[in-house]
């Protein structure tokens, strides 16, 4: 306003009524400094004011928001980076599918996720879904396994760790069986076993390839010898599959460990993995304490396998469909 009133031909005694006016009405003084440079800004003494206190008074004591009128901000609709501390968006998340915009850190997603990725236009259908775990041993630890299975499934809405579809990717027909890392850390039971198992024989009845994505701390502990027995069972079944004539392709993600590391998730046809994926049996923490020495760089991480011949690439999320459609075709062909 001073600059406007100093270019035009404006009275200077006739601005300050002007700014004397607005204060007024704002119910507030001005301060105005005595030690102005310039001989414009400073106006005849009867402008000079101390600053009202209605500024900081409140008309009325305390705050009247009631909480139903409170608007905050709805949870999930920001992701962090747990790598690099990127924020964005919930949706540009999902549109770069699951993967950091900066550092492409690989977040951990589930069956759902795989198969709107992998499958075309998302659509596919589910099988084996009446099968259910049972506590079969009685197993306590912190809780009844029981108590345990039963959390698990209310909180995810799966039934098991391990969800079986079929679909198409690229119009060929496809069975994926991937494990869902938030049911007891994708740990390996009877029914993980046992889906595995029927996925294989659904395959070889119908003649399509398999795919069995990994990410799971190893055998179910809650019980005990029956998760131990799924890895002779589901390598067994594999050869059955091999000697039909169908491709396996194991995608190994961030983490693969224990008795999955140890079965089928390295039998594949095809071993891939997801970058910086963690893939070992026992964890770098057991190892470094057992040998007491120091591990390399970047020890058990998916580039370190690919460099000493344990997978045969490593797939970005965004071009795994495609990587993919090139193998099976691949497989047709020969």
């Known amino acids: 306003m001073l600059s406007y009133c100093h270019h035009s031909n404006l009275d200077r005694?006739?601005?300050?009524?002007?700014?004397?006016?607005a204060a007024q009405i704002a119910h507030c003084s001005l301060i105005i400094p005595t030690y102005a440079p310039h001989a414009y800004l400073c106006p005849?003494?009867?402008?000079?004011?101390?600053?009202?206190?209605?500024?900081?008074?409140?008309?009325?004591?305390?705050?009247?928001t009631t909480t139903?009128?409170?608007?905050?901000?709805?949870?999930?609709?920001?992701?962090?980076?747990?790598q690099c501390k990127t924020t964005v968006t919930v949706k540009e998340l999902h549109d770069s599918l699951y993967t950091c915009t900066k550092c492409n850190y690989h977040n951990r997603i589930n069956a759902t996720e795989y198969f709107e990725i992998l499958f075309d236009c998302n659509k596919y259908e589910l099988l084996f879904e009446n099968i259910m775990p049972m506590d079969r041993l009685g197993f306590v630890d912190m809780k009844p396994y029981g108590e345990r299975l039963v959390e698990a499934q209310k909180s995810t809405g799966l039934k098991d760790a391990m969800t079986v579809a079929e679909g198409k990717l690229n119009g060929m027909g496809f069975v994926i069986a991937c494990m869902n890392f938030n049911f007891i850390g994708g740990s390996m039971g009877s029914v993980v076993g046992e889906k595995i198992t029927r996925a294989?024989?659904?395959?070889?009845?119908?003649?399509?390839?398999?795919?069995?994505?990994?990410?799971?701390?190893?055998?179910?502990?809650?019980?005990s010898a029956f998760s131990l027995m799924q890895m002779a069972k589901t390598a067994a079944k594999l050869t059955q599959l091999a000697k039909a004539g169908l491709p396996?392709?194991?995608?190994?993600?961030?983490?693969?460990?224990?008795?999955?590391?140890?079965?089928?998730?390295?039998?594949?046809?095809?071993?891939?993995?997801?970058?910086?994926?963690l893939i070992c049996f026992a964890g770098p923490r057991v190892i470094k304490e057992t040998i007491k020495k120091d591990l390399p760089e970047g020890f058990q991480r998916s580039e370190f396998l690919l460099e000493h011949g344990f997978l045969d690439f490593i797939a970005d999320r965004k071009i795994l469909k495609y990587k993919l459609g090139m193998a099976l075709e691949w497989f047709t062909k020969n």
């Open 13 to 21: 005694c006739t601005v300050w009524d002007i700014i004397d006016i």
């Open 200 to 223: 294989i024989d659904h395959c070889v009845a119908n003649r399509l390839p398999l795919m069995v994505i990994s990410k799971s701390g190893g055998a179910r502990m809650m019980e």
């Open 68 to 82: 139903e009128e409170k608007k905050e901000t709805p949870d999930g609709l920001w992701h962090k980076c747990p």
């Open 248 to 277: 396996y392709v194991s995608l190994m993600t961030d983490p693969t460990t224990g008795g999955v590391t140890a079965s089928y998730a390295m039998l594949g046809d095809i071993n891939i993995a997801e970058p910086n994926a």
């Open 44 to 64: 005849p003494a009867k402008y000079f004011y101390t600053m009202s206190s209605t500024w900081f008074r409140r008309s009325k004591k305390g705050i009247l």
